[in-house]
């Protein structure tokens, strides 16, 4: 009975190894081998010079997004953190496509519809110290950014903060 519990603690533990990638081999890793040690990818988006760049969010909790760089010979190039404030500096109003937000910082964690207000937002999560982050990328119709919020996350209380509640 106590080789169970002791076999979970250790899977865990090998996921928590393998959570942003560590092990894998830059030039020798395969997909199948980034994607077994990372577990499936969320997305997958075509890269430049026939590249794929597989994307692991480790939203809400976690710590980011990892882009999986996989070359044409289907080996790996890099890992690279991309939720990251200098992306987001590259986001700008009136000229990002959604298809450059997903290529500079993945998929989101929530996306949300306002159709009245004809927008889509997307939320993005960021363990960042001392407090938490949240990126808000909203996008008009014709999918190109209007807005950028990065913020504190407001769904995170603060020390010295009450959390108010309505009954």
């Keep these: ?8 603690v250790a899977i865990v533990l090998a996921g928590c190894a393998s959570y942003s990638g ?19 990818a969320a997305d997958k988006r075509p890269g430049p010079n026939g590249e794929t760049v597989l ?37 700008e109003r009136g000229k990002t496509t959604a298809d ?10 929530r996306v949300d519809q306002f159709p009245r207000m004809e ?3 997307w939320t993005y999560k960021m363990q960042v110290f001392p407090f938490p982050k949240a990126l808000f990328v909203q ?14 996350d407001p769904e995170i209380p603060r020390l010295g903060r009450r959390a108010s509640f309505r009954r």
């Design 100 to 109: 450059r937000v997903l290529d500079l910082v993945g998929p989101p964690y």
């Design 22 to 40: 560590r092990g894998l081999v830059p030039g020798q890793s395969s997909a199948a081998q980034v994607e077994a040690v990372m577990g499936p």
């Design 1 to 8: 009975m106590k080789a169970i519990p002791v076999a979970v």
């Design 119 to 121: 927008r889509e937002i």
């Design 55 to 91: 994307w692991f969010p480790r939203m809400p909790y976690g710590d980011g997004t990892y882009a999986a760089r996989v070359g044409a010979d289907g080996r790996l190039i890099a890992i690279e953190q991309r939720l990251t404030e200098e992306n987001i500096a590259k986001l």
């Design 139 to 152: 996008f008009s119709p014709d999918r190109v950014v209007r807005e950028v919020y990065y913020m504190d």
